[in-house]
C-alpha cells in the first residue's frame, strides 16, 4: 500500500470511530485473538473482544493472555461436553457462552419449553419464563450468550442468561452515511464485511456488496456460482445470528418448510436468510416435494407442506455452489453455468425465482492481503442495521415507481427481480435515501441487471418458452 493509500485509510478509520463511537474495532484484533478456531463466528467474537479487552489497533501482548484466560473459561466445544456434564454431575454451577435455542414441545396435550444447547450436547434444560419474555429471539433462531447452568431437582436448569447485545439504532446509521462520500463509505461497508478493498478492483467490490442483498431485502433469493476459495460462505457464517449457513449433512422438507409430525417450523420460517453451501455435497432427501415447496416459497413466500401447516416467511435463501474453471478463469462448462448443480435444482421453474446469479468466477480467490486490516463497524452492530433495513420500504418503493426494462417484449419477473436488486443495492450504499438518478441507474440499476442477466441467460437456453421476450435486459431510471 502506497503512502497516500495508508493515509486514506486511516483517515477513513478516524472518522469512522468520531462517526460510529463505542461502534466499530479494528478488524485485525479478531484473528489475532484465535477466537474463530474455537468456533465463534465473528459477530460474537468481536463483541466478546469489546467486553474484555476494548479498544482499538493491534492487541497487545497482556490483552492476548487475558482473552485466552477468559475464552478457556467460558468458551465450550463439543470436545468439552462431558467436562461440563461432570461439572454439573459433581453439583457445580457452570458459566458457558454458547448459542442456545428453546423449544416447545407437546407432551401428553401440555407443553413444555426446554433450553437447547447443542455445542453442550444437552436438549432439554429447563429455563424459566422470565428469561425467555426478556429474550423473545430465544423462542425464533436462538441467541449467543453467557449461559449459568446447574442441576436442580427438576434437572439441568439455567440459572441466568447474559445475551450477546447489539445496539442497533437505524436512523444513526442513516445519519451517519452523510458523513462519508460514497467512494469511503463503499470502503467502510467492505472493511465491515471483513474485505481489504485496496485488493479487490471496483467490479469486484460490487460483486462483494451483492452478497449483502438477501440480508437487506426481504425473499430476495440469490446463487453464487465459484470455485474454491473464493470465500463464498465466509461472509454469511460471521455477520448475524439471523443468517443461517448449511454445510454438509440431509436437507429434508422437514428441515426446510415444516416438520408435520411435531409442528415445528424450518429454518425458512426461523431465520432472515438460509444459506445452503456447496449444494452439490448435500443430501437432499424427497427432492421432488423439496422442489414443490420451494416453488411455492419463492414464488409468494408462503411456507406449507401438504397443507398441513402453512405460514408466511420472508427469510431469503442463498444457494453457494462450486463449479470448474478453465484456464482462463471462466466456467468450465461455458454457457451452461448451472450444469453442475444437482439436477433438480435445474428446473426452470425453479431458476426463474432466484432475483440474480452472483458470478463468484470474476472475485480473486481469499489469499492473506484479502482480509480487512483497519478499523469497521462491529459485526452484531453491522449484521443487525443490514436486516433492520429490511423494514424501510422507501427504497423499495422508489425501485418499483422509476426502475424499468427497456423494450417492449419484457418477462414480469425480470422487471421484478431487477426492481428488488436495485432497491437491496440502494440500501446498502444509500441508506439515507439521498441519491440521484444517475447514481441510482449505475450503483444500483445496472448491477441489477447484471445479476439477473445471468439467471436470464440460462432460462433463455434451457427452455423455448422465455424466448418469446427480449434476451437483452436494459434497466432505466424514469422520470419523475
Not at 312 to 330: F, G, K, P
Not at 343 to 349: D, G, H, I, R
Request: hydrophobic share 40%.
Amino acid at each position: 500500500m502506497t503512502e497516500a493509500a495508508m493515509k486514506r485509510t486511516q483517515a477513513l478509520a478516524d472518522k469512522a470511530e468520531r462517526v460510529f463511537p463505542g461502534l466499530v474495532i479494528d478488524k485485525r484484533r479478531l484473528p489475532a485473538s484465535q477466537l474463530q478456531k474455537r468456533g465463534i463466528p465473528a459477530y460474537v467474537g468481536e463483541w466478546m473482544l469489546d467486553m474484555v479487552v476494548p479498544g482499538q489497533g493491534i492487541m497487545t501482548p497482556a490483552e492476548l493472555e487475558k482473552v485466552t484466560m477468559f475464552s478457556e473459561k467460558l468458551v465450550k466445544t463439543p470436545r468439552d461436553q462431558h467436562v461440563v456434564r461432570n461439572e454439573l454431575h459433581e453439583g457445580k454451577t457452570v458459566k458457558v457462552l454458547t448459542p442456545v435455542q428453546v423449544e416447545v414441545k407437546i407432551k401428553d396435550k401440555r407443553t413444555h419449553r426446554y433450553a437447547k444447547l447443542s455445542l453442550l450436547g444437552i436438549d432439554e434444560a429447563q429455563i424459566s419464563s422470565e428469561i425467555i419474555d426478556a429474550n423473545e429471539d430465544l423462542l425464533r433462531q436462538g441467541m449467543w450468550g453467557i449461559i449459568e447452568l446447574t442441576v436442580l431437582e427438576q434437572g439441568i436448569t439455567v440459572l441466568s442468561f447474559r445475551p450477546m447485545q447489539a445496539s442497533v439504532d437505524l436512523e444513526l446509521y442513516k445519519q451517519a452515511r452523510r458523513e462519508f462520500s460514497l467512494e469511503e463509505w463503499r470502503q467502510l461497508i467492505l472493511i465491515s464485511m471483513g474485505y481489504a478493498p485496496e485488493a479487490y478492483s471496483y467490479d469486484e467490490q460490487m460483486l462483494l456488496l451483492a452478497r449483502l442483498l438477501p440480508l437487506v431485502q426481504k425473499n430476495t433469493h440469490m446463487m453464487e456460482l465459484a470455485p474454491k476459495a473464493t470465500g463464498k460462505s465466509y461472509l454469511f457464517e460471521n455477520i448475524s445470528p439471523r443468517v443461517r449457513l448449511v454445510s454438509g449433512g440431509n436437507i429434508s422438507p422437514a428441515v426446510l418448510f415444516v416438520n408435520n409430525a411435531s409442528g415445528q417450523w424450518g429454518l425458512l420460517a426461523r431465520f432472515a436468510t438460509v444459506v445452503l453451501d456447496e449444494v452439490q455435497t448435500l443430501r437432499f432427501e424427497k427432492p421432488e416435494e423439496i422442489v414443490g415447496g420451494l416453488k411455492g416459497y419463492l414464488a409468494n413466500g408462503t411456507l406449507t407442506r401438504g397443507g398441513l401447516h402453512e405460514t408466511s416467511s420472508d427469510c431469503s435463501l442463498v444457494l453457494l455452489a462450486n463449479i470448474m474453471l478453465d484456464d482462463r478463469q471462466n466456467p468450465l462448462a461455458g454457457d451452461d453455468i448451472v450444469g453442475e448443480l444437482p439436477a433438480f435444482l435445474q428446473e426452470t421453474a425453479l431458476l426463474d425465482r432466484f432475483r440474480g446469479i452472483i458470478p463468484g468466477w470474476q472475485i480473486r480467490k481469499l489469499g492473506p492481503d484479502c482480509f480487512a486490516n483497519t478499523v469497521g463497524l462491529k459485526a452484531d452492530f453491522f449484521g443487525d442495521a443490514l436486516i433492520a433495513l429490511r423494514g424501510d420500504l422507501s427504497h423499495d418503493q422508489l425501485c418499483a415507481a422509476r426502475v424499468r426494462l427497456e423494450g417492449v417484449r419484457q418477462y414480469t419477473r425480470n422487471s421484478q427481480s431487477v426492481q428488488a436488486l436495485a432497491s437491496g443495492m440502494a440500501k446498502i450504499l444509500f441508506p439515507h435515501g439521498e441519491i440521484t438518478d444517475d447514481e441510482l441507474l449505475r450503483y444500483c440499476v445496472e448491477p441489477a441487471v447484471r445479476l439477473r442477466q445471468l439467471v436470464w441467460n440460462q432460462l433463455y437456453r434451457l427452455d423455448a418458452e422465455y424466448r418469446q421476450y427480449d434476451q437483452e435486459l436494459i434497466g432505466t431510471v424514469s422520470s419523475h
